[in-house]
Nanobody
Framework: QVQLVESGGGLVQAGGSLRLSCAHS????????VGWFRQAPGKEREFVAA????????NYSDSVKGRFTISRDQAKNTVDLQMGSLKPEDTAVYYC????????????????????WGQGTQVTVSS
C-alpha cells in the first residue's frame, strides 16, 4: 500500500519561498519515481517537477525552472519541492505522485503515468 502525504503549503507573499514535502509511509520510496503537479481552480492538473528513482535525474516545467528544486531523501522516504521567487500564478493545490518503475534514471511528466497520489496541499501566493 502506498500512501503519500504532502505538507508545507500555506500563504506567502510574492517573491517568497516555501518548501513542500511528500512523505511515503510504506516500506521504501526508492522504487518509485516521484512527481509534483499542481492544479489551480478551473484549470487542468499540470506538471511541475519530477525526480527519478535514484534521485540523479530531475525535470521541471518551463514555468518553474530556475525557481523550484526537487530533491529526495531515500533514508527519510521523502521528496521535497523547494519553491522560490514565488509568483501569484503559482497559486494552486500541489500534489505529489509516485510511479513504481524498474527504470532508476527516468522521470515522468504526465499525470496519467502515475499510479499513486497524495491528497494535495494548498499554496497561495499573494501579490
Amino acid at each position: 500500500q502506498v500512501q503519500l502525504v504532502e505538507s508545507g503549503g500555506g500563504l506567502v507573499q510574492a517573491g517568497g519561498s516555501l518548501r513542500l514535502s511528500c512523505a511515503h509511509s510504506g516500506r521504501t520510496f526508492s522504487v518509485y519515481a516521484v512527481g509534483w503537479f499542481r492544479q489551480a481552480p478551473g484549470k487542468e492538473r499540470e506538471f511541475v517537477a519530477a525526480v527519478s528513482r535514484n534521485g540523479d535525474i530531475t525535470n521541471y516545467s518551463d514555468s518553474v525552472k530556475g525557481r523550484f528544486t526537487i530533491s529526495r531523501d531515500q533514508a527519510k522516504n521523502t521528496v521535497d519541492l523547494q519553491m522560490g521567487s514565488l509568483k501569484p500564478e503559482d497559486t494552486a493545490v500541489y500534489y505529489c505522485a509516485a510511479k513504481l518503475t524498474g527504470y532508476s534514471g527516468t522521470t515522468y511528466m504526465r499525470p496519467g503515468e502515475y499510479m499513486y497520489w497524495g491528497q494535495g496541499t494548498q499554496v497561495t501566493v499573494s501579490s
